[in-house]
């Protein structure tokens, strides 16, 4: 069967979470749960507009601290969903006390904190990491300009080869076959078919539009921005890293909206590297991923698609 082309770019996106799938409107999110049971939990908020998000290169950095605060909020409530009341732990102490003690602000703030706590460790691994290795090496061999492509081979290595681990876990995997149905169901509507599992089923499970793409340009912008960085210190070269990393994200972001907004050879460009990484964090689903897809999509459409376009 031809794959039907593209009618329209949509600004409505999602994440994949465990068992489900988080979709986002102009005006609404979704999240859309398997329960053990076989149901469909749906959970709805309305989506809240910042001044930031009109402003280029800013709005790169605070959408990544917005994600990554609210995709883990979501992710702990859809393991909670998703975990049959047998298999469910007791809450510990600390969780009854800070339940008993605390409203739902300090708890969110905790939520918010951890999130950009895991943020910051996967900066620390894939952005500095690699930088003391090759500062380490280059103390007893020196490299010359060899530092600056050993030091960007080692960060692209290390985050495929993270990826493809997350692939070995059971857990993960089935996460990632969730991110494919997301995918196509976003083809499917962007085609201007009806969302049924029959025509979504046929469509492409990669998206120029996903955070996989995101984080890979974010690698890549930052290779080729940092390459002009001093190598005297290490820690000086790292100090600079961080500092320049909300500059990065916001070239990267607006990198990823021209792909998603346009096809010509420049975005195909910008798009492949993301679209082949695509093959470690996205998988065929299977019918009930793509029902649980259609249920967290359908209440955030807009109610013509040109108000929600990309």
Same mark, same amino acid.
């Given at each position: 069967m031809e794959k039907p082309k593209e009618c329209f770019k949509t600004s409505v996106g999602g994440q994949a979470l465990m068992e489900g799938i988080m979709m986002r409107g102009p005006k609404k999110i979704c999240v859309?749960?398997? &329960?053990?049971?076989?149901? @469909?939990?749906? #959970?709805?908020?309305?989506? &809240?507009?910042? &001044?930031? =998000?009109?402003?280029?290169f800013v709005r790169g950095a605070c959408s990544m601290i917005e994600n990554l605060v609210l995709g883990y909020r979501y992710l702990m409530h859809s393991a909670e969903v998703s975990m049959p009341e047998e298999e469910q732990e007791q809450p510990g102490k600390l969780d009854l006390w800070l339940q008993e003690h605390t409203g739902p602000k300090f708890q969110n703030f905790l939520m918010a904190l951890a999130a950009v706590m895991g943020g910051m460790l996967a900066i620390v691994l894939f952005m500095v990491l690699?930088?003391? /290795?090759?500062?380490g090496i280059n103390h007893f061999v020196p490299l010359g300009w060899g530092k600056v492509l050993l030091e960007g081979v080692l960060k692209i290595a290390m985050f495929v080869i993270y990826l493809f681990l997350c692939t070995r876990m059971k857990e993960i995997h089935r996460v990632f076959e969730y991110h494919g149905a997301e995918h196509? #169901?976003?083809? +499917?509507?962007? *085609?201007? =078919?009806?969302?049924?599992?029959?025509?979504?089923?046929?469509? +492409?499970?990669?998206?120029?539009? +996903?955070? #996989?793409?995101?984080?890979?340009?974010?690698? @890549?912008?930052? /290779?080729?921005?940092?390459?002009?960085?001093?190598? %005297? %210190? #290490?820690?000086?070269?790292?100090?600079?890293?961080?500092?320049?990393?909300?500059?990065?994200?916001?070239?990267?972001?607006?990198?990823? &909206?021209?792909?998603?907004?346009?096809?010509?050879?420049a975005t195909r460009i910008i798009s492949a590297p993301g679209l082949w990484l695509q093959r470690l964090t996205t998988f065929e689903p299977d019918d009930s991923m793509i029902e649980v897809a /259609? *249920?967290?999509?359908?209440?955030v459409l807009p109610g013509r698609p040109e108000d929600g376009l990309w």
């Open positions: 859309a749960v398997r &329960k053990p049971d076989g149901g @469909i939990d749906l #959970t709805m908020e309305d989506v &809240k507009h910042h &001044k930031w =998000q009109k402003i280029p690699p930088t003391a /290795i090759v500062g196509k #169901t976003i083809a +499917c509507y962007e *085609a201007g =078919q009806e969302l049924t599992v029959e025509n979504i089923r046929h469509h +492409c499970r990669f998206h120029p539009r +996903c955070g #996989t793409s995101f984080m890979i340009l974010v690698l @890549i912008v930052s /290779i080729l921005l940092f390459s002009v960085l001093p190598w %005297s %210190s #290490t820690g000086l070269r790292v100090f600079l890293k961080l500092l320049l990393l909300p500059v990065v994200m916001g070239i990267s972001y607006e990198l990823i &909206k021209l792909a998603g907004r346009y096809d010509n050879l /259609i *249920a967290a999509v359908k209440p």
